[in-house]
């Protein structure tokens, strides 16, 4: 019997806010695969050109942490099949930009689009008295051919589960995982696009018989009948697949999670944990809840909500999520943006971005977690740190603490959109803003679409690609400024 102390604490989520009609696509492509009309229906979530795995990961981890001291992780993973960089721990700079201690663990987890549920079934085994709880984080931004099937299906995004010994949202009750090598899609190392097999047979060998038959050992190795289960989140996004093998396991129809399809699309390592958030939004003490991830085999896991998700404090989830989406039409901007779409960028995008190692490691601090530094003596904020103090009145030195500034409401100072500098989203949207409760910083603007611009708007930080360079193969991060959505505080 498991540890009725060990489950999920709490969990967040992040879907980019552009939602790419499908029908879009659909048009720009309909001269060479009108097939594809029966997908054309719906939007898909889609990331700006300054998103990746990671910056979708720190987002959903900051929602996961709302309301819960940092301090208190002992360890991260991030799962993901588009992890950024090969070498380099992707996780680590998630590490950073959520000012989690020096002392936590962190680990990168891929290879399949289970790798969301699996490295959930570790931290959950792991889990136990005295031990810090873990932050699995699951992000995925994939590509797909033009005019593909999987172009209309797939969508980004992000969830994060926090899961320890303490006092869980929902239970821990067990799991149950089953591998083989079964070959529905494959993508190559340096390949862009994954190679897909035929739908029947994936549906009919791999969904219906590892999926169903993972589902149905689970529930008997857990002495559950498929009546008990009152929220089901199957993560297969193939049409009727999730509604079909709930229903051979005796799982009442009300119980299916919405998949998401329609609102987002197939998030890959990400959907499973994001199917498991909605399911934690809508569930009940005492009601039990089953995960269902496939991939190269299955994982199966079991919960049972617990009192304590009453009291988790509001956050943006899987619902704000969906409900901060901007339907757009631009085709030709996700392909650029995706670097499927090569376009004449002018002399004014050849600049070096390079960022040396040294100044970033001495740095860390405020470049990836946006930490500033707040006077002992006169209370003064500023960003970055110094040694000195910017107070006019007292130039205390050696006087400041870390003062981290990521979560604090600010406002617009000044604005510029500026369409002279190169930008691969114009106008290049910059200014000052200033934190609540003081601070000032210079910095790039995003998320822009459909929001007004106004001195005294109201603003959030976000984590971003800063630029790419392309000479070595690497990404700059840092924050930037979005407005704050209705509702968000």
């Not at 060479?32 to 990746?52: H, I, Q, Y």
């Not at 996961?64 to 799962?79: D, H």
């Not at 002392?103 to 570790?122: E, F, N, V, W, Y």
Request: with cysteine.
């Amino acid at each position: 019997m498991t540890d009725p102390n060990i489950g999920i604490l709490a969990y967040g989520a992040y879907v980019p806010q552009r939602r790419l009609e499908r029908s879009a696509i659909y048009a720009a492509n309909q001269w060479f695969a009108p097939d594809l009309r029966g997908l054309a229906k719906g939007v898909k979530a889609t990331a700006s050109w300054d998103e990746d795995a990671i910056t979708m990961a720190v987002e959903a981890g900051r929602d996961a942490l709302t309301g819960i001291e940092r301090a208190v992780v002992g360890s991260v993973s991030l799962a993901s099949t588009t992890l950024p960089f090969a070498d380099r721990l992707n996780s680590g700079i998630v590490k950073e930009a959520l000012t989690l201690p020096d002392t936590s663990g962190a680990s990168d987890a891929t290879g399949s689009q289970r790798c969301g549920a699996s490295a959930l079934i570790q931290a959950l085994n792991a889990a136990g008295p005295g031990r810090k709880p873990q932050l699995c984080i699951a992000s995925d931004l994939r590509k797909a051919a033009p005019a593909s099937g999987d172009e209309l299906m797939i969508g980004d995004g992000a969830a994060a589960m926090l899961v320890g010994h303490g006092e869980p949202i929902a239970r821990f009750l067990g799991s149950h995982s089953v591998t083989i090598d079964f070959v529905d899609h494959f993508r190559s190392a340096g390949v862009d696009f994954d190679y897909g097999w035929e739908a029947r047979w994936i549906k009919d060998e791999g969904h219906t018989k590892i999926g169903g038959g993972a589902l149905s050992a689970a529930l008997e190795m857990h002495g559950l009948a498929g009546s008990d289960i009152a929220h089901c989140a199957i993560a297969i996004t193939a049409r009727g697949s999730g509604a079909a093998l709930a229903k051979k396991a005796g799982i009442a129809p009300e119980a299916v999670i919405d998949p998401l399809v329609g609102e987002i699309g197939d998030t890959g390592a990400a959907h499973s944990s994001l199917m498991l958030a909605a399911a934690l939004e809508r569930a009940k003490p005492g009601e039990k809840i089953l995960l269902l991830d496939f991939g190269q085999g299955a994982d199966v896991l079991l919960f049972e909500a617990a009192e304590a998700l009453g009291k988790l404090p509001a956050r943006t989830g899987v619902a704000g999520s969906v409900a901060r989406g901007r339907p757009v039409e631009n085709y030709m901007r996700y392909l650029f943006h995706r670097n499927i779409l090569p376009l004449e960028r002018g002399a004014r995008a050849e600049l070096d971005q390079k960022q040396p190692s040294t100044t970033l490691y001495r740095a860390r601090k405020g470049v990836l977690g946006l930490v500033g530094g707040r006077c002992t003596k006169t209370g003064t904020v500023q960003f970055p740190k110094s040694p000195i103090s910017v107070n006019p009145n007292d130039h205390a030195a050696h006087t400041q603490e870390d003062y981290p500034l990521a979560e604090v409401p600010a406002k617009v100072v000044t604005y510029t959109a500026d369409k002279l500098t190169y930008s691969p989203d114009p106008p290049a949207y910059y200014g000052a803003v200033d934190f609540e409760g003081g601070g000032r910083l210079t910095c790039e603007f995003t998320d822009l679409e459909g929001a007004e611009v106004e001195v005294g708007c109201p603003m959030k930080m976000v984590f971003r690609i800063k630029a790419v360079d392309e000479l070595r193969h690497n990404q700059r991060y840092f924050w930037k400024a979005a407005p704050v959505n209705e509702g968000e505080s």
